[in-house]
C-alpha cells in the first residue's frame, strides 16, 4: 500500500476529487495549508506599497492506495491539476505498513 500525498493550487481541487471519483479512488483527506516551492512566494502591491506575500495558500490532499492502484491515482492528479505554470505543486508517494478500519477492524489493503 501507499500514501499520495498531493500539494495542489486550491482552485484545482474540484476537477482532482471528480477526476479521483471518476476512477473509483473515493478515499481522501483534504486539508488547506499555506506553502512555498520554488515561485518563493509573490509580490503584491495595496494602496502604492508593495508587499510579498511568501506563504501561498494550496490545498494537501492525502489518500491511501493499493500499489496496483498507484499509477492511474497519480496520473489523475497529474492531468487534472498541471496548468503548466510554477506553482503546480507536487506529489509525494510513501509506504504504508498497515491499515486499520476502526468500525470493523479490518486490516491491510481489505481496509483501504
Do not use: W
Not at 501507499?2 to 471528480?18: C, F, G, H, N, Q
Not at 512555498?36 to 502591491?45: A, N, V, Y
Amino acid at each position: 500500500m501507499k500514501e499520495i500525498t498531493a500539494i495542489i493550487r486550491p482552485d484545482k481541487l474540484e476537477v482532482v476529487k471528480a477526476a479521483l471519483q471518476e476512477i473509483q479512488c473515493n478515499g481522501i483527506t483534504v486539508t488547506e495549508v499555506k506553502g512555498r516551492g520554488r515561485q518563493l512566494g509573490i509580490t503584491e502591491s495595496y494602496r502604492g506599497r508593495d508587499y510579498k506575500v511568501d506563504l501561498l495558500p494550496k490545498t494537501r490532499l492525502e489518500i491511501i492506495v493499493n500499489d496496483e492502484d498507484l499509477e492511474k491515482v497519480i496520473d489523475a492528479i497529474v492531468k487534472t491539476a498541471q496548468t503548466g505554470d510554477i506553482g503546480d505543486g507536487k506529489i509525494f508517494v510513501s509506504a504504508v505498513e498497515e491499515v486499520v478500519r476502526i468500525r470493523t477492524g479490518e486490516r491491510g489493503e481489505k481496509a483501504v
